[in-house]
């Protein structure tokens, strides 16, 4: 058994329910240290999160926003390396001055046809017969680890992520993204 806790709250729209059961199976082998809401929380969500030490984001695929939630709540966010993570979460080991949270990367890059067979895998096990999910999986599990020590051995690291997680949020508003986007457009059409 583990250090860690984890309340998982997975979004699979439409998606199989083999991975909402292979969820349901790990919560029941760890009670105590793993719970998941298997549905969309109507309440309580917010308050989940701002009782989390991280919020993980193993987005295959994330085009903007999603880390904003968190940090508005107090929590920094472990993320992939993908889309709009890259934006909005700035990594411990990199940018150690500006860290808002911890950003991994698998070390394998996937051929088209390894990300063919990862979107229609319909179940856990065949995702993980995958080699870049394999290595996606590698990535995430070191990472969670290295979370748990810096929260464990590096106080000062963790709190300063804490103190930037507002600013940070902030510089993502929506006022923002029109005006970028209203920009965009105008050099598009001149």
């Known amino acids: 058994r583990g250090w860690g806790r984890f309340i998982l ?13 292979d969820l349901l199976q790990l919560a029941e082998s760890r009670p105590g240290e793993v719970v ?3 549905f969309r929380m109507e309440q309580g969500y917010l308050e989940v999160m701002a009782g989390t030490t991280f919020a993980v984001m193993p ?19 472990i993320a ?16 150690p001055r500006e860290a808002t949270g911890v950003v991994y990367r698998e070390t394998i890059n996937g051929s ?7 979107q229609t895998a319909i179940t856990p096990a065949a995702r ?11 990535a995430l599990a070191a990472t969670l680890i290295r ?7 590096e106080p000062v690291t963790y709190a300063n992520i804490l103190s930037r997680l507002l600013h ?8 923002r993204a029109m005006h970028e986007y209203a920009a965009v457009y105008e050099l598009a059409t001149t």
């Open 9 to 21: 709250t997975p979004i699979i729209a439409g998606g199989p329910s083999a991975f909402v059961n």
């Open 36 to 38: 998941i809401y298997p």
């Open 59 to 77: 987005s295959l695929y994330e085009p903007f926003g999603g880390a904003t939630e968190p940090y508005l709540q107090g929590t920094p966010v």
């Open 80 to 95: 992939r390396a993908t889309g709009g993570l890259l934006q909005q979460v700035t990594d411990v080991e990199t940018n």
């Open 112 to 118: 088209g046809e390894q990300w063919g067979a990862l």
């Open 128 to 138: 993980m017969e995958v080699p870049v999910y394999r290595a996606m999986v590698d």
């Open 147 to 153: 979370a748990g020590e810096l929260y464990q051995s």
């Open 168 to 175: 940070k949020a902030q510089m993502f508003s929506w006022t």
